[in-house]
């Protein structure tokens, strides 16, 4: 079946750092991957996409490329901020007979100043 | 435009009662979602509604779950009655379909239940 894995957090960071996220997943046919941020005390909201192979999602200074060949969604952003401390998670959505939308278990950063 | 919202935002219940959450998706959007995530684990998918008629169910743990979408608009998920076990945050997600594609979901803030 479809299934979604990323790396286990805590992430600590200091400010300005490199960050990556690794994601992985298996998935029968064609599917979109989503990285979605919860922040403190908010809801999901959606921080970027992409729909097919090679594309590359961006938001806020995060990118992420869907590669195909190694079946990765890796999140990254180049200099990190304090206000980036939330929880991400990777996600993929396929046909299964319905468009239901599998995610991962979430890695929570922490940014320090 | 307003978004997804969901109330209540905190419950907390005791076993056996029972407890009803609202999802009021985004206007227009036929697709419906509940999603869960317990104990910090990954979030869960719960079913999917087109308007009225529940597309896909299998992720209903059992059948202390109910959930309902009487004329297409918002959608209640009633859990009777409550276990430990469910507790976690409920998330309610909709999306709209254009041409056949479903587009992306936008996720409300959830609700937080606590049985206790």
């Known amino acids: 079946g479809n299934s979604v894995t990323q790396m286990e957090g805590p992430v600590t960071l200091s400010e300005e750092a490199f960050l990556t996220i690794n994601c992985t997943y298996t998935?029968?046919?064609?599917?979109?991957l989503f990285w979605y941020v919860q922040y403190p005390g908010e809801g999901l909201q959606l921080l970027l996409k992409?729909?097919?192979?090679?594309d590359k999602g961006s938001n806020k200074g995060f990118e992420a490329t869907y590669r195909k060949e190694t079946t990765s969604f890796h999140l990254e952003k180049g200099s990190v901020q304090v206000s980036d401390s939330a929880v991400y998670f990777c996600?993929?959505?396929?046909?299964?007979?319905?468009?239901?939308?599998?995610f991962g278990a979430g890695t929570r950063l922490f940014v320090k100043a | 435009e307003a978004g997804v919202t969901q109330f209540p935002s905190h419950s907390v219940i005791e076993k056996g009662q029972t407890v009803t959450l609202r999802c009021d998706p985004i206007?227009?959007?036929?697709?419906l979602y509940w999603y869960r995530r317990v104990m910090g684990k990954e979030i869960k998918f719960l079913l999917h509604?087109?308007?009225?008629?529940?597309?896909?169910e299998s992720g209903m743990p059992n059948n202390r779950f109910l959930a309902e979408r009487t004329g297409g608009t918002y959608s209640t998920l009633k859990v009777q009655p409550a276990e430990l076990e469910d507790s976690g945050v409920y998330f309610c997600?909709?999306?709209?379909?254009?041409?056949?594609?479903?587009?992306?979901?936008?996720f409300g803030p959830g609700t937080r239940l606590l049985v206790l």
């Open positions: 997600a909709s999306s709209h379909t254009s041409g056949g594609i479903v587009e992306t979901q936008y």
């Open positions: 998935a029968t046919g064609y599917p979109s």
């Open positions: 992409a729909t097919k192979a090679d």
């Open positions: 996600a993929l959505r396929a046909y299964t007979g319905g468009f239901k939308t599998i």
């Open positions: 206007s227009g959007h036929d697709n």
């Open positions: 509604f087109v308007k009225e008629s529940k597309q896909d």
